[in-house]
């Protein structure tokens, strides 16, 4: 949670969406710093958490097989063993 205290009379937000399905909610401007606090346990913690399990059940079920160790392609061509000169 982050939080920031300004003397300022007007607000304005520019929000950048990078990745596909960013959401932005719960957007409170207060100048009572302990009721934001409140606010912000009561209304970001509970989302964060449940996005927090949705991601790594996601991330569980996606996550990429482990049949070949890396480093090793089967597409590679096989090199030849180096000869000596003599």
Same mark, same amino acid.
């Given at each position: 949670?982050?939080?920031?205290?300004?003397?300022s009379?007007?607000?304005?937000?520019?929000?950048?969406?990078?990745?596909?399905?960013?959401?932005?909610?719960?957007?409170?401007?207060t100048?009572?710093?302990?009721?934001?606090?409140?606010?912000? &346990?009561?209304?970001?913690?509970?989302?964060?958490?449940? &996005?927090?399990?949705?991601?790594?059940?996601?991330?569980? @079920?996606?996550?990429?097989?482990?049949? &070949?160790?890396?480093?090793?392609?089967?597409?590679?061509?096989?090199?030849?063993? &180096?000869?000596? @000169?003599?």
């Amino acid at each position: 949670m982050q939080l920031a205290a300004y003397d300022s009379t007007h607000v304005g937000f520019e929000l950048w969406v990078v990745n596909n399905g960013t959401i932005f909610d719960n957007i409170l401007i207060t100048d009572d710093i302990e009721y934001a606090k409140a606010q912000g &346990e009561k209304l970001w913690r509970p989302t964060a958490d449940g &996005e927090k399990e949705k991601k790594e059940a996601w991330d569980k @079920e996606n996550k990429p097989a482990e049949d &070949e160790p890396a480093g090793e392609d089967e597409d590679a061509e096989e090199e030849e063993p &180096e000869k000596d @000169e003599l």
